[in-house]
């Protein structure tokens, strides 16, 4: 169901438990995180008015407490939203107002000003090595956004397995498992071990640096969380979506390329150096891949590559094997496969797999500080974006390579 205003959301909410409010935001918060084409808009209003629907139950049921009006059902006290005094913090009206008047430079009311300190001794904020004294992390419906839109910039980013835990936690993951067999009644049954992978994120820094003029003071808050989630989904996650592909795994995250070990001929294929990508050549990749993981496989590689070697190839019947998708809602499907492009691929390198267990890890949010001091002479105003992240393949057994033949 969408809502057009907070105030429809709040009415519809309203004579809801705290537990339904709350499940009904978590059901939002993944949503958000994985679902690409996801109506941001709608979902911001439907989560502020189950915000303020939960503070409205929270009061009702303090009953007769002090300044309760039993009649009107509202406090005679004037006070901030149950998220920037007792809840989520970050997550506040509050503490997003003050995050962006801070960076702008604007005076903060004394709720916005209640909400930004009790946000700084967070541990959320602790896990930044550097700070100062208008540094903080960007609000949770903004690093929503910054995400959504990282999303569908497309890539590999855009079909991995998102992740929020904190650093060197090491989690399961669950992975295909053996089909049941038929049993004798009465006779006894083996048991077997569950087929579970883990999966231990370290933490590295992304850093960016950007520059504007101090016109930006200027600017509504609205508008300088628009033009911020566009920046720093434009540099940290476009940071981190070049990890994913190329990473070294020594000062950064680990990609798909340096962290699978490629065995020729078992997960590593080539195709003729002189006469190119065959029909065969595409049937055998698909046909390596074990069935549990073939079920969401999906072809990754870049631009040219796709239009280069697949978009004129047939099968045995001169039937296309790549069909672009007519709706434009997706780039096409090879062999029924969906094709992901991704340019951070080089030419001629092809990915086929379940990128379900290629995994990134986001856990502190992005750090925003601001500086006038390193462009006194110009007048700008610096912003450092910084992030703790990490990436690296879950289960290696769930990617192919292709690549032509260097003989």
Avoid at 35 to 42: F, G, H, R, V
Avoid at 60 to 85: C, D, H, K, L
Avoid at 340 to 354: M, P, Q, R, S
Wanted: net charge negative.
């Amino acid at each position: 169901m969408k809502f057009k205003t907070i105030a429809e959301a709040f009415n519809h909410y309203m004579n809801s438990t705290v537990s339904e409010i709350e499940k009904r935001a978590a059901e939002i918060g993944k949503l958000i995180d994985t679902d690409a084409n996801a109506d941001m808009d709608s979902l911001n209003i439907e989560l502020d008015g189950l915000k303020q629907a939960k503070a409205n139950v929270e009061q009702r049921s303090a009953g007769m407490g002090s300044g309760f009006n039993p009649i009107t059902g509202m406090n005679f006290e004037t006070r901030s939203s149950y998220e920037a005094t007792e809840g989520d913090v970050f997550a506040s009206t509050e503490y997003r107002n003050a995050f962006y008047k801070t960076l702008l430079g604007q005076k903060l009311n004394n709720f916005e000003q209640a909400a930004f300190d009790r946000a700084t001794t967070e541990q959320r904020a602790d896990a930044y090595s550097t700070t100062s004294e208008v540094a903080a992390v960007i609000p949770t419906q903004t690093l929503n956004e910054v995400i959504s839109k990282a999303r569908t910039m497309g890539g590999l980013l855009s079909v991995c397995r998102g992740f929020n835990i904190p650093a060197k936690i090491r989690i399961p993951v669950g992975t295909p498992t053996a089909k049941a067999s038929w049993n004798t009644e009465g006779a006894a049954v083996e048991s077997t071990e569950p087929s579970v992978a883990y999966v231990d994120f370290g933490a590295f820094e992304i850093i960016k640096v950007f520059s504007i003029s101090a016109m930006v003071k200027k600017m509504s808050v609205s508008a300088f969380e628009a033009y911020l989630a566009e920046e720093l989904a434009a540099c940290v996650m476009a940071c981190l979506a070049d990890g994913i592909v190329n990473g070294a795994g020594t000062t950064e995250g680990t990609g798909i390329l340096d962290g699978v070990t490629w065995t020729p001929d078992a997960n590593h294929f080539t195709f003729d150096k002189t006469n190119g990508l065959a029909y065969a050549d595409v049937v055998k990749i698909v046909g390596a891949m074990k069935r549990g993981y073939a079920n969401g496989a999906k072809w990754v590689m870049n631009n040219a590559t796709l239009y280069n070697l697949f978009y004129g190839l047939e099968d045995a019947n001169k039937r296309p094997i790549f069909i672009s998708d007519p709706k434009g809602e997706n780039i096409g499907k090879v062999l029924g496969f969906d094709v992901v492009v991704d340019d951070y691929l080089a030419d001629e390198t092809i990915l086929f797999g379940n990128f379900q267990y290629m995994g990134y890890n986001l856990p502190e949010g992005i750090m925003v500080e601001a500086s006038t001091q390193s462009s006194f002479k110009s007048g700008r105003i610096d912003y450092r974006a910084t992030a703790i992240a990490d990436c690296k393949p879950i289960v290696t057994e769930a990617f192919i390579k292709l690549t032509r033949s260097e003989v």
